[in-house]
Every structure is written in C-alpha cells, then in structure tokens.
C-alpha cells in the first residue's frame, strides 16, 4: 500500500512540474513576442513574472494531450502600473490582476471575480477571428490607448503551438454592454 501511495505521490509531483516547466517556457516565448510592441521594459518583466506567479496551466486544469489555452495580457495606460491578465480554456476562464502595493514597494497578485474582457470580445478571440478584431479595434479605439497581447497555445499529445497577435483596446457600446 505504501509503495502505491509513493508511486501516486511521484506521479502527481512529475505532473506538476511538468506542467511548470510548461509555464515558463512559454511565458518565454510571449515575454519575447510582447517586446517586439513598443512598450516599457518595466512592463515586460513584471508580465513575465506575473504569468509565472499565477500558475496558470494548473489554475485551468490544462489537458496536455488535447487543450486550447488563450492568455490575454492586458498593458495598462500609461499613467497606471496594475496589470490584468485573463486566461480561458474550454473548462475556465481565470482573471487575474498585477496591483502595486505602495506600502510594501512589490506587486501583489488578487483573483478577480469580474471578467476584464466582454464575452463578445472572448469569443472573437476564441474564435481566432484575427481581422474581426483589427478592424473594430481601429474603428472604435478608445481616448487613452492600452494595448492588450493575445497568445493561443494549442496542446496535442504534450507537444504545443504558440500564436500571437496584438491590439489597441476598444470599446463597441452595442456589442459589449448589451452582455450586462
């Protein structure tokens, strides 16, 4: 009985750090795409660790085998230092937020019950419909621009394939408060 309960204990830990493994690696690769969008370093390196703090492969339960997993990270204007982060799969979807805590000088990571994304907006993108999103994008953006980053990470038999894309925040009042 106890060489099961090890064989279970080792399991589950391998699991775990696979799926870690997982994690940054492809917080690498979107840290690397991200720079590529002109934005502060700052900015880059505390999404990096964000993604990294918020566990977000084991936060969805993510299938390894047979999963779509779609990160939104949203860059704040430039007078704010919060950052928002939603992910989704099939399963869940996950909203996170990066706040700055004045007091102790270091960013604090709080669960978010709201969506910070409409649902309309979730499904264009789980939908991956790319042009949809440009065209309202440049056709509806808002005063202060915030650019949020898109990445799709398709899992097949633990093997994975990363897509990006980018836009400018906007905002279609008969699309998305009609959700409310």
């Known amino acids: 009985m106890k060489k099961i309960f090890l064989v279970f204990l080792l399991a589950i830990s391998i699991s775990f750090t696979f799926a870690n493994c997982f994690d940054k690696k492809i917080s690498k690769s979107i840290k690397k795409y991200e720079s590529n969008i002109t934005c502060s370093k700052w900015k880059?390196?505390?999404?990096?660790?964000?993604?990294?703090?918020?566990?977000?492969?084991?936060?969805?339960?993510?299938?390894?085998?047979?999963?779509?997993?779609?990160?939104?990270?949203?860059?704040p204007t430039a007078e704010s230092i919060n950052l928002n982060l939603s992910a989704w799969n099939s399963k869940r979807i996950i909203n996170y937020e990066y706040k700055y805590d004045f007091a102790k000088r270091k960013y604090a990571i709080d669960r978010s019950k709201d969506n910070y994304l409409s649902n309309y907006?979730?499904?264009?993108?789980?939908?991956?419909?790319?042009?949809?999103?440009?065209?309202?994008?440049?056709?509806?953006?808002?005063?202060?621009?915030?650019?949020?980053?898109?990445?799709?990470?398709?899992?097949?038999n633990k093997k994975y394939k990363i897509d990006f894309f980018a836009f400018d925040e906007y905002f279609i009042l008969e699309k998305e408060l009609l959700e409310i």
């Open 121 to 156: 907006k979730i499904n264009l993108i789980s939908n991956w419909n790319i042009e949809q999103i440009k065209i309202e994008s440049q056709d509806n953006q808002l005063i202060e621009k915030s650019v949020n980053t898109v990445t799709r990470i398709i899992f097949n």
């Open 44 to 75: 880059l390196n505390n999404f990096y660790n964000f993604r990294n703090d918020v566990d977000i492969f084991n936060k969805l339960k993510v299938n390894l085998d047979n999963d779509t997993v779609y990160i939104v990270d949203m860059f």
